[in-house]
């Protein structure tokens, strides 16, 4: 689809050879930041498929985001269920990361940071040192103290909380949250990011006055969840679910609907009634339970998850406060999750074609690519690659960062535009024949939604004002 070509103004874009020599020179006015080369980024993508599928574990790669994010160097292998995040992903990680402290925090939540090693001693004490089982990865340290790594921090949390003595009411309720590492000896690791022996976790806690407030706070931060989901653009399914070893009265689950979802999920046409199989009574059940209504099945993948607890914890281990008496009371606690690697690998996975990565626009490692004309080529002396990128972050500086300069001018404009295709940028920005016209015409691809439009430097500049970034 092309749009309309906007006015030209003023020679911004000559000389594009002399451009990438001041490029690769710095030769960059004093204050001002360099422009990011493609040619500098650290993004190993040579790795021979079977030393791949080696590393993983497996035969071979069944998993679109796991083969997608391997072949582009977003993720490598380091053992079995571990990977080495590389910059892309990082970059990719960090801006998820930022998205959910913005909403957290809008709701009163407070970051902090609990270890990784967690003393057997608080396991024990919920009994779930057992329970869990081969699941925890168990240590001993040089004084034959038990440690694990935790896969989740309810224990700690509350006896961080029960340390501090009675807490008044008027400090309820208090949300707690950590984006961490945690850490689960899965009997198969498999499909990337998407079930690991090492990942990246949201887990908040919460501690309230009463159960009726304790559910207050549940409505209140699952809205918050919705809310993540809602400008990651992901179309998302919350079900009903089993609170299984965490525990705790009320348990949902956010699910994105998904062939190699390992979730089985029953939902009704009829009304908002939707569950995982496993809190069924009957796995043949077609009815819905609340309409009546035909259930239908699909797959998902679990992005997150959240629980209302009661006391089950504030028991064990004394999180209290003091209410209007002065008496003791036991906190009414919830816990909340976000896989935060598991929903970048999530959102590939449901975005994506076969063979090009399409990413959650706020979430891409880089908002804008540029692509230059080859080197040798008429169109190479048409531009002025520095004035634009210094034009561009006048204009729209919340681009700062966000633009990345394919500067591989050695290969062709169609080979340079594949790897960028594959890569997912929103907008790819292509210095092609036309930029030989008077005035310069320039394509942009906006790649999330299929558009293709031919603009002037002016338009290029009105267009990208209108980019938002986390």
Known sequence: MELAIHSYSGGLFKNLACGFLYLHRSHFHHGRTKPLL?????????????????????????????????????????????????????????????????????????????????????????????????????????????????????????????????????????????????????????????????????????????????????????????????????????????????GGKLSHEFQLPAEIGEDHLLMCSDCHFAANVETMNAVETTNCPQCDGKLRESRGIEVGHTFYLGTKYSQIFGASYSNTENKPILSEMGCFGLGVTRILAAAIEVLSTENNIRWPSLLAPYQVCVISPKKGSKEELNINQPEFYDNLMDTVPQLHGEVLFDDRSHLTIGRRLKDA??????????????????????????????????????????????IQVV
């Not at 989901?229 to 679910?241: E, N, S």
């Not at 008077?438 to 500049?461: A, H, S, V, W, Y």
């Open 38 to 246: 493609l040619s500098r980024l650290f993004q190993p993508s040579n790795l021979q498929e079977d030393r791949m599928l080696e590393l993983v574990g497996q035969s071979e790669l069944t998993c679109k985001s796991q083969r997608l994010m391997l072949q582009a160097g977003l993720i490598q292998p380091a053992n079995t269920g571990c990977f080495h995040y590389l910059p892309f992903t990082v970059r990719a990680m960090e801006k998820l990361i930022r998205l959910i402290d913005k909403e957290m925090q809008s709701i009163g939540g407070q970051k902090v940071n609990m270890p990784s090693l967690t003393s057997a001693n608080l396991w024990k004490a919920s009994e779930r040192w057992d329970l869990l089982g081969k699941e925890l990865f168990r240590l001993k340290d040089r004084h034959s103290m038990d440690y694990c790594l935790s896969p989740t921090h309810e224990e700690a949390v509350t006896e961080l909380v029960a340390m501090q003595g009675n807490l008044s009411y008027k400090q309820l309720p208090l949300l707690l949250y950590q984006v961490t590492r945690k850490f689960r000896d899965e009997p198969k690791p498999r499909y990337g990011l998407l079930r690991g022996r090492e990942f990246y976790m949201k887990d908040m806690y919460t501690f309230d006055v009463s159960e009726e407030a304790a559910k207050v706070t549940y409505k209140l931060v699952s809205d918050a969840y919705t809310c993540v989901f809602d400008q990651l653009g992901l179309q998302f399914v919350k079900v009903q679910a089993d609170p299984g070893s965490i």
């Open 421 to 466: 295709s594959c890569l997912g940028y929103p907008y790819i920005i292509i210095a092609g024949k036309r930029i030989l016209e008077d005035p310069p015409i320039f394509e942009i691809k906006c790649q999330n939604n299929g558009r293709t439009m031919f603009l002037t430097q002016e338009g290029i500049l009105d267009f990208l004002k209108n």
